[in-house]
């Protein structure tokens, strides 16, 4: 309940701010800072929550994270400045990853080995549920007013009183995980490169897509479709995706999903498309592409990676999701600003590319991944949505098993590190 609280409000706040700040005309670049500030405050949050919740407890912690989180969205309404908006935004980046972390290691501590998949296959679909209601939300009103802004800090204080009133015993200490960039490029290039470049991308889409969809005059109910389209596709295609990914060479399967993107890319960029039908199905088909190269690129990553060292890598990996979640916004507001609306697909496009020619030459340099070494595919909540706990609530028995027995050994020495990519 307090996770379909925080996304629902989450998803309010995401779309309200750059439709808000459209209609107030601020410029694509301060909008698209948006997305940045939000970034490096996920990030920090993703690195300082663990202490924070070591030293204040569960319930205090996250009661904090949501009371905080409500504050920033009526500091926007009050404050209608994008350069007061940028910090608020950070302090609602690093407040949903700390509440989000917070409650995946509940889910984590409670659930037992035969309902693990199970609780994180419904914990997903309430995030992927909340979230999509929370945009579709801004259909019934005037984004110029202040409903939305006071509905979605109501709701962020909903989402504190789960676990205010909760009498369960609190978990155990957060995943702690740090961002080890030498030892992530040694376990997978191509993991670590396309993971910032796919940040690049969907962070820059993320932020500014309704930025575009105004800019090509789609209605409020339109621009909320547009947005959350993408999502939706990109839920139905995990399945399928990962079915073919444990099969083939997953560096295949990504530069075919690239391949994709970047026709996509450029319908948006060359097609000159306007008809409200025909941008709603580009950005269901974009969003399918972009939000499913994650999880193909983690399951990557995982089936190089030396045992007990599951958690750390998938966390490691979120981490440089965010650092390229930070850069992607900023680069596409500017090329907006400077050469129209549809120049956020040629930023898109140009992270896309280059993912495709690094995955094509670590294909040719590098032998593909044994079929008995595999792992399996895990569908991974979208990434706007997942943190490092994520990773340990989506593990099975054994990766937990085996990065407890990594993390207890007495004399902490790492095994030797699989064969590099």
């Known amino acids: 309940m307090g996770s379909a609280f925080l996304l629902f409000a989450g998803g309010i706040n995401s779309l309200i701010l750059p439709v808000r700040g459209e209609a107030e005309g601020f410029s694509a670049i301060s909008l698209g800072l948006l997305g940045t500030g939000w970034a490096i405050g996920y990030v920090a949050g993703c690195l300082r929550t663990p202490v924070l919740v070591a030293r204040v407890g569960h319930i205090r912690a996250f009661g904090a994270m949501c009371a905080l989180a409500a504050i920033a969205v009526l500091l926007s309404l009050v404050l209608i400045d994008p350069w007061v908006w940028i910090p608020v935004r950070a302090v609602s980046g690093f407040c949903f990853a700390g509440a989000a972390m917070i409650v995946e ?124 389209l993408p999502i939706l596709a990109a839920a139905a295609l995990q399945i399928p995706v990962g079915i073919i990914s444990d099969q083939f060479d997953r560096r295949i399967v990504l530069i075919v999903i690239g391949l994709i993107a970047v026709l996509v890319d450029s319908l948006f960029l060359f097609g000159g498309f306007t008809d409200p039908i025909m941008l709603m199905g580009l950005s269901a088909i974009f969003g399918a592409m972009i939000y499913s190269m994650y999880p193909v690129i983690v399951s990557h990553a995982n089936d190089r990676a030396a045992p007990g060292t599951f958690i750390q890598v998938s966390g490691g990996l979120l981490l ?55 792992g399996s595919f895990k569908s991974t909540p979208m990434v706007l949505v997942s943190t490092p706990e994520t990773a340990a609530l989506a593990a099975d028995e054994a990766e937990l098993s085996s990065d407890r027995e990594q993390h207890s050994a007495p004399d902490h020495d790492q095994p030797p590190a699989a064969e590099t990519e």
């Open 320 to 374: 440089v999701y965010g650092v390229g979640s930070i850069i992607g916004p900023a680069m596409a507001g500017f090329a907006m600003s400077s050469y129209g609306a549809p120049s956020l697909f040629a930023v898109a496009g140009a992270a896309h590319i280059l993912l495709i020619l690094f995955a094509l030459m670590r294909l040719k340099s590098t032998p593909a991944v044994e079929p008995l070494d595999k």
């Open 105 to 228: 290691s509940w889910l984590s501590e409670r659930s037992e080995k035969a309902s693990r998949g199970r609780i994180f296959g419904i914990y997903t679909m309430v995030n992927l549920a909340a979230t999509t209601a929370g945009q579709m939300v801004l259909t019934l009103g005037d984004a110029k007013g202040y409903f939305f802004f006071v509905l979605a800090a109501m709701i962020y204080c909903l989402a504190l009183l789960p676990t205010a009133i909760s009498a369960t015993k609190t978990p155990q200490p957060l995943t702690s995980v740090s961002l080890d960039l030498r030892g992530l490029w040694k376990n997978s290039p191509i993991s670590f490169f396309a993971v910032f470049m796919v940040g690049v991308s969907n962070a820059a889409f993320g932020t500014l897509a309704a930025v575009y969809a105004a800019r090509m005059g789609l209605t409020l109910g339109d621009i909320a479709l547009f947005a959350s």
